[in-house]
């Protein structure tokens, strides 16, 4: 998983620091600190398990850039909209949507406790991060945890090229007598925007299928497709790939039903209303709806009965015959493990652009943090 061709070029960093360094620098931009650890565990758990489109390599871009322009609030708001016993809408007015969508999973967590499941809808928040934290959750409290989100327009329905969808992943993860949960966490889409940031970042074309233009032409330069794609000038294709074929209408199917149920549960805004820009070209929040669904397995059957057939599923998926030239078959949540198991002796790899976005940032919130790239 580690090969040296691909992380040849990074500095390797303790996840602790870094952890630490995003927490300081919300608590700097005024977020309560409270909430600045919420961020930054969210954050930093991205990095841990691999997932290296979703943790650092965000800081900047996506939310410290937000903030500065004033489309994100680094004080986050939450109100209670509707409550009911099983259920809840909650309102984040706009602030950190890692903050509300771990309130929102709590309260469906406890509700469940009680109620057996519950489901909590949220409108008006931001970037969650990765979903999968939020569905580990309920795996550590013997539940099953369902969440999406949706997200600006980058994805196009299947037959169209103009991005109407967010890559809205459909995310479950449910505990197992293993060492890791089983946590499917991916986007509705072949791809999505953090992935394309890193290929861009490592200097790689993306593989053919993923990005389509207006006139439904495959593009794999990661530089020109991110700036269309803020444009609208091309779209991402649905989990599936191009028309029908290969069954793309299935991932379009599914980030339909992200939407919907991201939006019209909390009465949030939807497909363009997500672009992050008014009729005037000016600079707007991006108010995401996501929801949270919690299981209690225990209101079924024997929490250690479920995990042991869970992970029994999951031994016999990886024991099954191989193709020709395969070590490993893996099931979902299993690479983010092994992933963990490297990072946690060996930190987090930090490539030369993420490099000088840290130092800078260091520098900006005056934080100086001694990182091993510096130079006197």
Not at 142 to 159: E, L
Not at 325 to 335: D, F, L, M, P
Request: aromatic share 8%.
């Amino acid at each position: 998983m580690y090969s040296i061709e691909e992380y040849s070029d990074c500095t390797w960093i303790d996840h602790t620091l870094l952890e630490q360094f995003i927490q300081d620098i919300f608590v700097k931009l005024g977020t309560p600190p409270e909430e600045a650890a919420i961020i930054a565990d969210v954050l930093i758990t991205s990095d841990k398990r691999g997932i290296d489109s979703h943790g650092i390599g965000r800081l900047k871009p996506i939310y410290i850039d937000r903030i500065d322009q004033g489309i994100l609030s680094p004080v986050t708001n939450i109100e209670v909209v509707n409550e009911g016993p099983t259920t809840a809408v909650l309102d984040g007015h706009n602030g950190m949507g890692h903050v509300v969508a771990r309130r929102a999973m709590e309260m469906a967590i406890a509700k469940a406790r009680t109620y057996g499941t519950a489901m909590v809808a949220v409108r008006n928040s931001s970037h969650y991060g990765i979903a999968g934290y939020y569905a580990e959750m309920c795996a550590a409290a013997d539940m099953i945890g369902i969440t999406g989100t949706n997200a600006r327009p980058s994805s196009a329905p299947t037959f169209g090229v103009e991005n109407m969808l967010g890559t809205n992943p459909l995310t479950i993860g449910f505990p197992t007598d293993e060492p890791f949960a089983f946590n499917i966490d991916c986007a509705t889409s072949m791809s999505q925007r953090g992935k394309i940031e890193s290929y861009a970042r490592a200097g790689k074309k993306l593989p053919p299928g993923w990005v389509i233009d207006h006139d439904g032409q495959t593009q794999t330069d990661p530089e020109t497709v991110l700036e269309a794609l803020t444009k609208g000038n091309c779209a991402l294709t649905p989990l599936g790939g191009i028309g029908e074929e290969t069954a793309g209408y299935k991932g379009y199917g599914y980030a339909t039903a992200v939407e919907v149920l991201s939006a019209a549960l909390s009465n949030a805004k939807f497909t363009k209303d997500l672009n992050g820009t008014d009729a005037d070209g000016k600079r707007i929040p991006y108010p995401l709806g996501h929801f949270f669904i919690a299981v209690n397995i225990a209101s079924f059957i024997e929490p250690a009965l479920f995990k042991s057939i869970a992970g029994t599923i999951m031994r016999q998926l990886r024991a099954s015959r191989k193709a020709a030239g395969v070590r490993q078959i893996y099931t979902a949540g299993e690479k983010e493990w092994i992933a963990w198991q490297y990072r946690r002796e060996h930190g987090i790899p930090v490539p030369p652009v993420l490099q000088e976005q840290l130092s800078a940032l260091n520098s900006r919130f005056d934080l100086n943090y001694q990182f091993p790239w510096r130079r006197s």
